[in-house]
């Protein structure tokens, strides 16, 4: 039988304030254990949560930007469970009435074929700590509680289940996450857990209208890991079917050492949650104007950057994709383009050199030392003829080393393109005369040997002469 895979993903963003969701504490990552905590994230009787206006507002500008419906009214709910890692012993979420609900996104499914995948809802809610599990020869075999990380903010944004293969899962969530780092409010670290991901996967018989019973995957921190772990959940779903079984309602771990998924225990349901509104917060009213203010600062999103690079500026939509990619890297290309005019040169530039040399130093393209002026110095005198291109990769590369202009080094090292004729002429005679038989096959009717001509004049250049002249010039003497 034929079977249909149905994805629905639920993704946690954590989210960039500097301080956590309910208390001033530093959110920072990486510090002394325990550092950085306070009555209220340690969850010590009495003490009051006070809601991250910030917070609010990352979670409304994701919403927008996933064009979602914000609610002017949200409620924060407590979930009850028991978990060293949660001393509370309840997690402040948001349960009936989350934050954002009804969005949506488009997904590009390659060959101008796009598809819309629903957002249910996108809600805040606290993180809880992490157990550290003895790694030292005096911490073995017992588990360590580090609440730094208890009681910062989270988005969790959970879509519908209208995803149909590991592609469509992971173009959805490449998409959402250059959307949430683009906005600024996730650092979108999978490694470190800044955004993570649960996949709940189910398969049904190709035709059947109902879903099949879904399970769900977690521990999955990595883009590779998204289509490993569905595609080895949909196989072990589909056999365990065709031999007679039944898919049950689970949580399943992802182990990225065996590229399998292993049962870690029945699903819960709700009702298993006990939730109820917290009666410490007051309900979460957004006013139509907050709204507003939030969405004027709203950036240029991916999308609309691509459809103008493409549009507007001329660019194949490869070009645009890749640009469009990163943010940084997409203002550094814009502000090449104000700078020198010719798109394209830009784009090739930029994706060519730029970004070989970012990759090949490990640098981050707002701290590249060629910037987008001294980048479009370069390719002003490409334009003009004063260099050709493949000097400009060498004055590039020397650029990027010393930070000087182009002017400055094309000036000192004597690079300027020779196009004086008078010159150029001379290295033709020279070439010619020292290849005699090469020119008699030439003018036998061997026509591809100009570029054997071509690279030997350039070659007693130094490549400076202008190739356009030395085509022309040799052309004419060959003929002679
Ligand atoms: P829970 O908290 O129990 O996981 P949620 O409603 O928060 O429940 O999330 C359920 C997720 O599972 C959603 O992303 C939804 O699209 C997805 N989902 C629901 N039913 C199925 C199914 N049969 N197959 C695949 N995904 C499903
Ligand atoms: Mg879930
Ligand atoms: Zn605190």
Same mark, same amino acid.
């Given at each position: ?393 060498? /004055?590039?590369?020397? &650029?990027?080393? #010393?930070?000087?202009? @182009? ?5 000192? %090292?004597? *690079? +300027? ?36 001509? /071509?690279?030997?004049? &350039?070659?007693? #250049?130094?490549?400076? @002469? ?5 085509? %022309?010039? *040799? +052309? ?5």
């Amino acid at each position: 039988m034929n079977y249909e895979t149905v994805i629905g993903l639920e993704v946690h963003a954590q989210l960039t304030t500097r301080t956590k969701i309910f208390c001033g504490c530093s959110t920072e990552f990486g510090r002394t254990p325990n550092s950085q905590t306070c009555p209220v994230c340690l969850g010590l009787p009495g003490a009051l949560p006070v809601l991250n206006r910030k917070a609010v507002e990352f979670a409304i500008r994701t919403g927008l930007a996933t064009n979602c419906r914000i609610a002017p009214r949200s409620i924060f709910a407590r979930k009850n469970y028991f978990y060293p890692d949660l001393p509370k012993g309840y997690q402040i979420s948001q349960y009936e009435l989350p934050v954002c609900e009804h969005g949506w996104l488009d997904i590009d499914l390659g060959d101008g074929q796009s598809k819309r995948i629903g957002i249910t809802r996108a809600h805040m809610e606290e993180d809880a700590g992490k157990l550290i599990h003895g790694e030292t020869p005096e911490t073995a075999g017992s588990s360590l509680v580090d609440l730094n990380r208890a009681c910062t903010p989270l988005l969790e944004i959970v879509s519908e289940p209208d995803m149909r293969s590991a592609d469509e899962a992971i173009a959805y969530l490449k998409k959402l996450h250059q959307i949430v780092v683009y906005l600024g409010v996730c650092d979108g670290n999978l490694e470190e857990g800044s955004f993570r991901c649960d996949a709940n996967v189910s398969v049904r018989p190709f035709g059947q209208k109902e879903f099949g019973t879904r399970a769900e995957l977690k521990n999955i921190n990595s883009f590779r890991f998204i289509r490993q772990a569905i595609e080895y959940e949909v196989e072990r779903q589909i056999d365990l079917i065709e031999s007679g079984g039944k898919v049950i309602q689970e949580t399943r771990l992802f182990d990225s050492g065996t590229g399998m998924t292993r049962s870690m225990r029945g699903k819960e349901e709700a009702h298993d949650y006990r939730y109820f509104p917290d009666p410490d917060l007051v309900p979460l009213v957004i006013s139509p104007a907050w709204i507003e203010e939030v969405r004027a600062t709203l950036p240029e999103l991916p999308d609309a950057k691509r459809h103008r690079f493409v549009e507007e500026l001329g660019l194949p939509a490869y070009d645009a994709e890749v640009l469009a990619a990163d943010r940084n890297l997409a203002d550094y290309f814009d502000a090449c383009v104000t700078l020198a005019k010719d798109a394209k040169s830009c784009a090739n530039w930029v994706m060519g050199e730029v970004l070989r040399k970012l990759k090949e130093t490990d640098t981050e393209v707002v701290a590249a030392p060629v910037t987008p002026e001294l980048l479009s110095g370069l390719l002003a005198r490409i334009a003009d003829n004063t260099i050709s291109g493949k000097i400009a990769k060498t /004055v590039f590369e020397q &650029m990027w080393l #010393s930070g000087e202009t @182009a002017d400055q080094i094309i000036q000192a %090292q004597g *690079l +300027k393109q020779v196009t004086d004729t008078g010159a150029i002429e001379g290295l033709v005679d020279q070439v010619i005369a020292a290849h005699p038989e090469q020119v008699a096959e030439y003018l036998s009717g061997k026509d591809k040997l100009i570029g054997f001509f /071509v690279g030997k004049v &350039m070659q007693a #250049s130094q490549g400076k @002469a202008n190739p356009g002249m030395v085509n %022309q010039l *040799l +052309k004419k003497k060959l003929q002679g």
